[in-house]
């Protein structure tokens, strides 16, 4: 069962394979990886964001002898080239990146399966099956699907679309089927555990369809992590990889530190998986887990595909997008906006250049980019880039101050059921409402009559017209901290130009619950119009 949650809001992507370098199907991931511990971080909660990559099997191992490398060879030149760069590409700020190659993962992953041969858990036996490489993954014949043209009469993985090859093994074997009862008594007791309701349904009809023992190491290549009691065998790639997410914070280390690290941050509250992987995740994981006696995670949350012309985007297919497509032209805020808000988390979404530019201009370029530039221009028009004094706050002001606390509090309970979208729409209601607030009050109205009944110049300071810019002010302020886990850059450059930084502090430390409270920014604040925190794109369709 899940134990007392760890004190750390603990929150994984999966390790991606080396075989190829990121593209879009990845950088998603991570992307709601980076906002949702952003989110909490934001929180003043201790976080712990964990990524990296999955460098054994035949697939690495295949790639790496293509190209005429040894998969070391190969591992080592795609994260350098490419894993580790597109993390700073999308502004990811992760705390730690494991390689399942590296000896601190490598070592405490013999000692695991040490202890569960020791325990009995792990048997000697042989097995025959059709195996997708792709997937890294023994099918069941069910799982099939029967191949057309050029693989005609040939069994194919649904997910690679790819012929499966028939393997023959002898091989350990791990006592899965012992944990049949146990997986649907958490996932019962714990509906949390795999989310959303779809995920969890599946993995429910599964589990009830019956479990077998799980082959759980491989003879006929020698590209993965010895047995440490047979080293004739190497140990099946995904017991190795799903591994990652406990020895990467400690999992059997004899260093005093690293078993602190392990007791402030096991068991993670969140593994963030496409539903590709959710099998592994939410069914052998649990039962490695369950085996060697370790508290499980809170949440194995599959969030849904991108496609690309009604299939999911990837790079065996030839329909990969790698994220500096986008993001040379679009910017990695836009990146992170677009594919957290047009997408509802948790289902397949299809992305288009069209809907990416239409949203960009509409939302970021003329919604909210366009406001903070209107009013820090007021600002500088009519009181000199000071922020003047505000009067009493009337009805408009009041019913503004509602929606921006509206929105944390929706925001806030979206964050928590990982719906990133309805999080974002949260957040918007304050951008629209603000939008709003300006049309009707007309601030330029204001200043204009201001200017008539004072034609010496003298001062409006007290006027309507100081609350109103005062006010939207502060609604921008409120959307600085709310936006800085998901367009970190354009929140930054919004949080410098309202010059909040002198009186209130770092964005980084804003907490999430005080953003909407107004009346933070004193009378003489420097506020200075920067350049365009979204410009818009007159061209913006690129291929
Ligand atoms: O499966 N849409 O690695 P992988 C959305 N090494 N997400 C996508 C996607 C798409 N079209 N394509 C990929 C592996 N992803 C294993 C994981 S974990 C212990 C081991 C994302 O490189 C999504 O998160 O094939 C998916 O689950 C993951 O990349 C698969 O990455």
């Given at each position: 069962m899940p134990d007392a949650a760890s004190e750390t809001f603990y929150l994984t992507t999966p390790i991606y394979y080396v075989n190829d370098a990121p593209h879009i199907g990845h950088a998603y991931t991570t992307v709601a990886a980076d906002v949702v511990t952003r989110w909490h971080r934001q929180r003043q909660e201790p976080v712990w964001f964990l990524t990296g990559t999955d460098e054994h099997g035949q697939k690495v191992m295949r790639t790496a002898e293509a190209n005429g490398v040894t998969p070391q060879e190969w591992a080592d030149r795609l994260v350098e080239s490419s894993w580790k760069p597109v993390l700073h590409t999308l502004d990811a700020l992760n705390d730690d990146f494991i390689r399942t190659t590296q000896p601190r993962h490598t070592e405490r992953v013999q000692a695991f399966i040490q202890d569960l041969y020791n325990k009995g858990e792990i048997y000697a036996g042989s097995y025959e099956g059709p195996y997708c490489v792709g997937c890294e993954e023994y099918k069941l014949p069910g799982d099939l699907v029967d191949g057309t043209?050029?693989?005609?009469g040939q069994k194919l993985c649904?997910?690679?679309g790819k012929p499966v090859e028939m393997l023959s093994e002898q091989n350990y074997f791990f006592k899965?089927?012992?944990y049949q009862d146990r997986l649907l008594a958490l996932y019962e007791a714990h509906?949390?555990?795999?989310?959303p309701a779809s995920a969890r349904n599946e993995v429910l009809a599964f589990v009830k369809g019956g479990l077998q023992d799980l082959?759980?190491?491989?003879?006929?290549?020698?590209?993965?992590?010895?047995?440490?009691?047979?080293?004739?065998h190497v140990l099946y790639v995904w017991f190795d990889a799903l591994l990652n997410y406990a020895t990467a914070v400690?999992?059997?280390?004899?260093?005093p530190e690293q078993q602190a690290k392990f007791a402030a941050t096991w068991p993670a509250s969140v593994h963030l998986v496409?539903?590709?992987?959710l099998r592994f995740h939410a069914v052998i994981w649990p039962a490695m887990l369950m085996a060697a006696g370790l508290p499980l995670p809170t949440t194995v949350f599959a969030h849904g595909w991108l496609l690309v012309g009604g299939e999911k985007m990837s790079k065996s297919k030839l329909t990969g997008i790698a994220p500096s497509q986008i993001i040379d032209h679009f910017g990695s805020d836009a990146f992170r906006y677009y594919f957290m808000r047009a997408i509802a988390f948790g289902q397949d979404g299809s992305f288009s250049w069209e809907d990416l530019s239409a949203r960009y201009n509409a939302?970021?370029?003329?919604?909210f980019g366009n406001l903070a530039s209107r009013v820090a221009a007021m600002v500088g028009k009519y009181y000199g880039g000071v922020l003047p004094q505000a009067g009493p706050a009337g009805p408009a002001e009041q019913a503004l101050e509602q929606v921006a606390a509206q929105a944390v509090a929706a925001a806030e309970k979206a964050i928590d059921a990982l719906a990133i979208h309805e999080a974002i729409n949260a957040v918007w209601t304050l951008v629209d409402a603000t939008n709003l607030y300006l049309t009707e009050q007309e601030p330029w109205k204001v200043a204009k009559a201001d200017e008539e009944k004072l034609p010496?110049?003298?001062?409006?300071?007290?006027?309507?017209l100081a609350t109103i810019l005062v006010t939207a002010a502060e609604a921008l302020r409120s959307l600085a901290v709310l936006l800085h886990p998901i367009t970190p850059k354009a929140a930054q450059a919004l949080w410098e130009s309202l010059g909040a930084a002198a009186p209130?502090?770092?964005?980084?430390?804003?907490p999430v619950d005080g953003a909407?409270?107004?009346?933070a920014l004193p009378a003489g604040t420097t506020v200075t119009k920067g350049a365009s925190l979204f410009p818009r794109l007159e061209d913006p369709v690129v291929e």
């Open positions: 043209g050029e693989y005609e649904p997910i690679h899965m089927s012992a509906p949390e555990f795999v989310q082959s759980i190491s491989r003879n006929t290549f020698d590209w993965g992590i010895p047995i440490p009691w047979d080293t004739t400690g999992l059997d280390s004899d260093d496409g539903k590709d992987i939302e970021l370029a003329n919604g010496d110049g003298g001062s409006a300071q007290e006027g309507r209130l502090g770092a964005l980084a430390v804003q909407a409270r107004f009346g």
